[in-house]
Nanobody
């Protein structure tokens, strides 16, 4: 079992920045896919930034590539998402997720592959 807790959400004007964090605890695995999904009202949950913890290979959705950066600390037990040049379209609930048994690298953005989820943190970008 893995527990995930997000923090760092809030409200910001378009063009601004936010930094999200995810703290992981519980069962320990040598290899994880971990990262961030987001869901806006009326839309499906989508993978936006993912990292393979055994080596650091990353995945970004086309909509955030060049603006968001995912990273992990040396202990591989926390994640950060640096969000720059934010747009109103980035407004969503952001969820941290983990898959302890990844099958491909870069990590898959398919929601059903992720077994563990945080409670979410809201990001709101105003124009």
């Amino acid at each position: 079992q893995v527990q995930l807790v997000e923090s760092g959400g809030g409200s910001v004007q378009a063009g601004g920045s936010l930094r999200l964090s995810c703290a992981a605890s519980g069962s320990t695995y040598s290899h994880y896919c971990m990262g961030w999904f987001r869901q806006a009202p009326g839309k499906e949950r989508e993978g936006v930034a993912l990292i393979y913890t055994h080596g650091g290979v990353t995945y970004y959705s086309d909509s955030v590539k060049g603006r968001f950066t995912i990273s992990q600390d040396n202990a591989k037990n926390t994640l950060a998402l640096q969000m720059n040049s934010l747009k109103p379209e980035d407004t969503a609930m952001y969820y941290c997720a983990a898959d302890p048994f990844p099958v491909i690298v870069p990590c898959s953005p398919v929601r059903s592959r992720y077994n563990y989820w945080g409670q979410g943190t809201q990001v709101t970008v105003s124009s």
